[in-house]
Structure formats: C-alpha cells, structure tokens
C-alpha cells in the first residue's frame, strides 16, 4: 500500500513559479506522476519519471515544468515555472498510474489528495 500527501500549492501571480512536493510512504513504485484537475474537466497528466529517470511531459507543460524525486527522502517534486491562468487546477500526485499524460478518468494506482493552484 502506499500513501501519498502533496504540499506546496497557493495563489501564484501569472509568470510566477511554484514547487509541489509529495512525500510517498508504503512500497516502492516503477512511476510516479503529477496530474491536475480543474473543475468540470477531466484530470489532465502532467509528468511522470520512472524509476531509471526517464520522464514524459504533456505537450501542455512541456518546457515549463519539470518532474524529479529525491529518492533519499521518497518525495515527487513538480517545479512549475512560467505559470498561466490556465494552470489553475487541483494538482494530484500519484504511484504507479494507468497514464502519464492526455486526459482520462482511470484512478488506477494510488492517489494523494491534491493541493490547488490557483494562478491569477
């Protein structure tokens, strides 16, 4: 079993940056994600790295994101630069997700409880 706690979400002035965190406790996953929904859509995934370090990117953050883990501390960082109002989301971790990225309503895998960004 694994849990999964984000932090770092706030208000944030369009252009700013931001770094979500989500610290994983339980077993160990293959891939970690960030994903994001904004209300009546569907999630959105962002990023994911997988246990080589291989990551993937949506086409939407592609340049202005960056995933990464601090495998010392079992923590998922998103760094989130250049952000835009469009951003404005409920931001979820996850371990060993269906997907990575496009938008899906699969919640396979284990999920955190989100933090909100909202970018005005």
């Known amino acids: 079993h694994v849990q999964l706690v984000e932090s770092g979400g706030g208000s944030v002035e369009a252009g700013g940056s931001r770094t979500l965190s989500c610290a994983a406790t339980?077993?160990?996953?293959?891939?970690m994600g960030w994903f994001r929904q904004a209300p009546g859509r569907v999630r959105e995934g962002l990023a994911c790295?997988?246990?080589?370090?291989?990551?993937t990117y949506a086409n939407s953050v592609k340049g202005r994101f960056t995933i990464s883990t601090d495998n010392a501390k079992n923590t998922l960082y998103l760094k989130m630069n250049s952000l835009k109002p469009e951003d404005t989301a409920m931001y979820y971790c996850a371990a060993d997700p269906s997907y990575c990225v496009g938008y899906s309503e699969d919640l396979l895998g284990y999920w955190g409880q989100g933090t909100q960004v909202t970018v005005s």
């Open positions: 339980g077993k160990g996953s293959s891939r």
């Open positions: 790295i997988e246990n080589d370090d291989k990551t």
